[in-house]
């Protein structure tokens, strides 16, 4: 089995609530329809609206919707019928086939619709040209993982590193997605897990920092709170 991510842009003239209905509820079955084994949506929505504040955009258009779809082979003439669903919805569209890992299997509760409690940070990363390939994944997946999930009040973290582009002309080099509780899209207390405690805030902000400073250039990074929805 593959996983493909497709990043996608909401269309002129459709509003973000309507766009996320679409997703969720035509565009995620319609994909089970064409054969997907599992579809995740992820979708900028009314419910991440309080997030605005943490959304960073290094390269323009941003994504408004990231929909994971794992198939039996990615090989084009099969994955033909989940390509025409996903670019029907959307606009700058891009795929990327990845590798999954899940240092933090997602949990947190699931309503009826599929959502997810809280939000999902999502982060498209662009390896530095002064790493190469191999020097940027050890720092990334070795390194840095243990401070991410020791610093961050994350319920759910998922590392998809990017085998090859699919579609589009994307230049990223992985997606991350991070579950976060709701009080953390406008409190970095909750964010950081240091609830009342401002020397321990300062702390893992600073732990954090200079971690990812080591394997991000942050004017190259990109960073779209959305709502999670599991629809298979």
Avoid at 77 to 95: C, I, K, M, N, S
Avoid at 196 to 209: C, P, S, T, V, W
């Amino acid at each position: 089995m593959e996983k493909v991510i497709y990043l996608l842009s909401r269309p002129d003239g459709v509003p973000s609530a309507g766009f996320a209905e679409r997703l969720v509820g035509e565009v995620g079955p319609n994909l089970v329809a064409a054969g997907a084994r599992g579809v995740q949506v992820n979708v900028v929505d009314e419910a991440v609206e309080p997030a605005a504040g943490l959304r960073i955009v290094a390269t323009p258009p941003p994504p408004d919707a990231f929909v994971s779809v794992w198939v039996d082979s990615a090989v084009p003439l099969l994955r033909g019928p989940v390509d025409a669903v996903v670019l029907g919805a959307g606009e700058h569209v891009l795929a990327y086939l990845v590798t999954e890992s899940e240092p933090i299997v997602p949990g947190g509760s699931t309503g009826a619709d599929g959502r997810t409690d809280g939000f999902a940070q999502v982060a498209m990363l662009q390896r530095p040209p002064r790493l190469g390939e191999e020097e940027w994944l050890r720092l990334w997946l070795e390194h840095h993982t243990p401070v991410a999930v020791e610093t961050q009040a994350t319920f759910g973290y998922t590392q998809n590193v990017v085998t090859r582009a699919l579609l589009g002309d994307g230049h990223h080099d992985a997606v991350v997605e991070e579950l976060f509780p709701a009080a953390a899209m406008t409190d970095q207390h909750a964010f950081y897990d240091a609830a009342g405690d401002d020397e321990k805030l300062a702390r893992r902000q600073a732990a954090m920092l200079a971690s990812v400073d080591r394997f991000i250039d942050l004017d190259k990074i990109d960073v779209i709170p959305t709502s999670r929805y599991v629809i298979r």
